[in-house]
């Protein structure tokens, strides 16, 4: 994100060599390479594992293009993987994953320090990883903290500025920072008072173990801020991003108040699901209008798709694991449906602007690489990661396989960093994400691996409360004052001030914002409205709201070898995680899966899929409004399996029974998770067994499938036949020899252009027309916009030029499927009230008539994206900037956001986990 030119890097003075505090001590000796290590471990996470340069070596960059050393070293094996697959062999694992094991091999240390006596850390010539071995566990987190700094010390510095929606203050006052400024304020609007309230919290919350995280904490502050005191005092340890951005004295210190806010950051945008009752709510009012009551109310429930039961789960060994089951009638009185348009939705505070040049009109004048950079951290995928886990049981080697990662983006350096930890209580391996990483989130300990997925279950909700004035006066929608437990109080505003001037990084002209947002003892307020005249606020919750960093106690059992020997331990372990997460585990014998989360006991009666009124009675069981605690489901009541056969997940439903949260209207008959299907059913169905290679090959083939190709083309070929108009006959036949060879998006032979380009192009420019083609007549065009603000009708690998690399995790293809298979009268389960395709609004339609009619619509619509041409789909800004405009592989290539001034290239577009583990563990403890 800090991309300067060399005229900005030339202004400022290059550092002088100094001695090196705090480096060169004596401290324990580091384990032998392996050392308690089961073997079986690989990984890899691009672009690389350092993220620091200094001014000189930034200037270097700029020069001529030489890197830091580490700093790109992953990228070509993460990219190459690609061109590898569905052939890849056991032998050639090595090119694509590197050696995970516990240490460093006798000779291959590239640096040795100790920052203080009881700690080492040791960094390994292949790929710079840090391997951190401490006498003392408080010597451990100290080391983990100094290495965090030495490898993202402006990165975390980012992150703690952004989660206290202080961006614009820190790096400039670009479009970009404002608007993340804005969101995060919307999601987690903190005080400094409750950041604090969280660090002290802890113990009291969480006794003893609550106390170690605590300790661990000031620990791990303790390191960051050593690495700090020598950077200011050494230029060559200073980040040379904060001359760019007028900071040359560098960061302030870190506190413990900064892991809560960059806690709230990563758990806000990963792990929360939920408190869509607004939207769903206007769509069923719309519904309604267009339907009347009854009808309108089961179309609704076609497109909530709470239940269906075709959606591909990750739980399939007939185990149900109901929650949510909420009545079709809700009970009397519970129900908080605003008057037809009157709902105004809060989608983020409100914002005031002042600036000594209009920001309106001169953002794009004043934009420079680091406004686009940074504006780019806004791009994260809907949801995150994939798993592939297979059982002892169908593996070649007898051992469980596992092959997964989170899917978080990718970033330069990357928004994960890599660590080896042994400590007391400590004996972990892999990658967390920075400044929030005392332990290891995702990766492996002596003799076990471990992911996630993003769960996204229901963990937030929505209530009314009246508005009231405290004079006794009528009150109107725009009322400070509401009731609650029989007072009329006021809300709690939080504002948060930002003030910016211009850098060498950023030119926007000097300004300020100041951010608004509301509180209530129940949520923040989301909306405002009447209901029978009355008006009200609503407001959401969510159970990990001033619980950001609870989580941690979760991830200290993983990490420590005496608390984790089996399945049943690290699902006992993964418990304690509050965020929505899916958690995969494999050792040399078993295999595990659990899902994690606060999910909240609600009351029997109201239908929680829309908002209830704040009344004691419809409030979380056992809600206690002073520490946003509840009761919880108990640990039996979340989907888990051990030893189940193989097991996928790329963000689908979990099991039978666990409804789709309000936020999640795409699990129904197709998902991405198909795809990972696809490639691994085949490979173990029966009595065989497959190799870890096979594993690697069913992921990554997976990864440039068009879902939309693959999954629903058969369905519009039944459905069209062979059309006599010539345009539509060569569309159709381009499109069908696309998928005969598995609807890939991918160039193998390097030549610049996707194999079956012109399928690709037409298909590009088809889906948005097919869709509203097939559902729009019937719905018409209100109820179908409102539905597409709660799912989008695609997630296209360009990402609306975000260029994310994730793509298929929300759209209209289930509901293409089950409407066209009903069409032409294929089983379906869950029926649909109706047939949208082909159907009129109103009135009888017979089979035949409703067949002609879809023909028709998807004729038409087929015919005019045929003549859509390349140059108007793949119009891009970052294509522009490569001079490959209009260039179809280009506007699905992967970008790696610069959060500093060392870019990467573009690699060819890769539906795959950020950071990964490949996994076939050889031994037991």
Known sequence: MLVICSSSWAQLPLPLPLPLPGVGGSGPAPQPYGANDGGGFRNILPPGENGFDNAAQLAAFEANGTRPAHNNDQLGMYSNLLYAVPGLTAAQIPNYFKDATFGVRSGDAESTESPRSDVTIVRDKGFGVPHIYGSTRAGTMFGVGYATAEDRLFFIDILRHLGRAQLTSFAGGAPGNQAFDAEQWATAPYTEADLTKQVNQFTQLYGNDGAQVADDVVNFVAGINQYIAEARIDPLKMPGEYGAIGKPQGPDDFKPEDLIAIASLVGGIFGNGGGGELGSTQVYEAAQQRFGKKAGAKVWRDFREAEDPEAPTTVHTGAKFPYENFPKKAARGSAALPDPGTLKTTLGPSISHSSSASNATTASAHRTPLADGLQGLLAFPHANSNALVVSAAHSASGHPLAVFGPQVAYFAPEILMEEDVHGPGIDARGAAFPGVN????????????????????????????????PNGGRPTTTSDYYVYKGSCRQMETLTRSNNWTPSLADSTPAGSETLTAQRTPLGLVSGRATIKGRPVIYVTDRTTYFHEVDSA????????????????????????????????????????????????????????????????KWLWKGFDDQLNTARYIPFSHHPQVIDQDWMTSWNNKQAPGFRASDSQWGYGPVYRSQMLDEGLKPRVAGSKKTT?????????????????????????????????????????????????AGSHRIDRNKDGHYDNS???????????????????PVLGSDLFDKIENVVSLDNPPNNGGQHLGS??????????????????????????SRVYCGTPYRGRHTHRRTLRGCRAELLNSLIKAARTPASQLYQDDVCKAQKREGDQACYDDVMFRPLGAVTQPLIPWINRPTFQQVVDVQSHR
């Open 438 to 469: 005392l332990y290891v989130e995702l990766g492996h300990g002596d003799d076990y691996a471990w992911s996630a997925t993003s769960a996204g279950q229901d963990i937030a909700d929505t209530w009314a409360l009246p508005l009231c004035d």
């Open 692 to 740: 870890l290679a096979g594993v690697i090959n069913a992921m990554e083939n997976a990864g440039t499938v068009d879902m939309r190709a693959d999954r629903l083309l058969p369905l519009a070929f039944k459905i069209l036949g062979n059309p006599k108009n010539s345009t539509a006959a060569q569309a159709l036949a381009e499109l069908k020899a696309w998928h005969a």
């Open 758 to 776: 012109d399928a690709v192009r037409i298909m590009d420019a088809w889906w948005p027309l097919w869709v509203r083609a097939e559902f729009g």
């Open 553 to 616: 106690l979760g991830f200290k059992d993983i990490n420590d070898p005496n608390k984790v020997r089996d399945p049943r331990d690290f699902q006992a372990a993964m418990s304690k995680v509050g965020y929505a997460f899916n958690w995969f585990y494999a050792d040399d014998k078993h295999t595990a899966y659990f899902n994690s989360g606060n999910d909240p006991v609600r009351p029997r009666g109201p239908n929680y899929n829309l908002p209830v009124w704040g009344d004691q």
């Open 807 to 832: 793509a298929y995790q929300d759209g209209w293809w289930g509901y293409v499927s089950k409407d066209l298979r009903r069409v032409i009268g294929r089983r379906e389960r869950g029926k649909y």
